[in-house]
C-alpha cells in the first residue's frame, strides 16, 4: 500500500488541484464519489424527500462502476436501523422502507 508522503492538505496527492497527477487515487476518489452519489439518490428516493430538496448529483454518477448488491442492502439496512433508532423514521416509514430494500 502506498504510504502519502504529502502531510499538508495543500500538497497532498488528493487536493483537487494536484490529484490528476496521481491516476490510482484520482480513480478511486471517482469511484467513492460516484458511489456516495447513487447512495444518496437512492437515501432521498427512500425517504421520499421533496424534489426541490434533492441533489442533482448525476453528473458524478459513473454507471460502469459495479457495487457489490449484498454491501449495498446490508449498509442500507444499517443506515435505515439508524434512522430509525435516532427517531428521524417512525416505526411505520422504517418497516415500509426495509420492505423496499428487501424486494
Known amino acids: 500500500m ?3 508522503q504529502n502531510f499538508l ?3 497532498s496527492e488528493y487536493n483537487k488541484s494536484k490529484i ?3 491516476p490510482n487515487h ?3 476518489m471517482n469511484e467513492w464519489i460516484s458511489i456516495a452519489s447513487k447512495f444518496q439518490k437512492e437515501f432521498e428516493e427512500m425517504v421520499k424527500s421533496k ?3 434533492r441533489l442533482n448529483l448525476d453528473q458524478y454518477i459513473d454507471s460502469s462502476i459495479a457495487i457489490k448488491s449484498d454491501n449495498l442492502i446490508t449498509n442500507q439496512l444499517k443506515k435505515l436501523n439508524d434512522l430509525y433508532k435516532s427517531g428521524v423514521l417512525t416505526r411505520e416509514e422504517f418497516e415500509k422502507a426495509k420492505k423496499k430494500i428487501l424486494d
Open 26 to 28: 484520482q480513480k478511486t
Open 2 to 4: 502506498h504510504q502519502s
Open 51 to 53: 424534489k426541490r430538496h
Open 20 to 22: 490528476s497527477q496521481f
Open 9 to 11: 492538505e495543500e500538497t
